[in-house]
Nanobody, 123 residues
Framework: VQLVESGGGSVQAGGSLRLSCAASAYSGSTYCMGWFRQAPGKEREGVAVIDSDGSTRYADSVKGRFTISKDNAKNTLYLQMNSLKPEDTALYYC???????????????????WGQGTQVTVS
């Protein structure tokens, strides 16, 4: 599985961005797909995941502001980010992992497949 993120950029606080993740050999119907982020000097953390059954989970820090979704027909994963804050600044990664594992449920950054990341900067 190859994952390619896009949609990052610079935005003012309160603004919005939508990240996309195009997947080759798309396995959205059989994989847990997720968004993770890593800020300078910090560990990579889970932002949101969507499992193959459509169930979603979010980090407390983004609940109510971010929405994860997928389009199986387009082989694409999305992250809609609204009401962005400076603390959301990070390199955002798309990741994929077999469905229904604990590391999906708890958003542990040990997924098997990773994209190269896309930078989000909020000022």
């Amino acid at each position: 599985v190859q994952l390619v993120e896009s949609g990052g950029g610079s935005v003012q606080a309160g603004g919005s961005l939508r990240l996309s993740c195009a997947a080759s050999a798309y396995s959205g119907s059989t994989y847990c797909m997720g968004w993770f982020r890593q800020a300078p000097g910090k560990e990579r953390e889970g932002v949101a995941v969507i499992d193959s059954d459509g169930s979603t989970r979010y980090a407390d820090s983004v609940k109510g502001r971010f929405t994860i979704s997928k389009d199986n027909a387009k082989n694409t994963l999305y992250l809609q980010m609204n009401s962005l804050k400076p603390e959301d600044t990070a390199l955002y990664y798309c990741a994929a992992d077999p469905s229904f594992l604990e590391r999906c449920r708890v958003m542990r950054a040990e997924f098997i497949y990773w994209g190269q990341g896309t930078q989000v900067t909020v000022s």
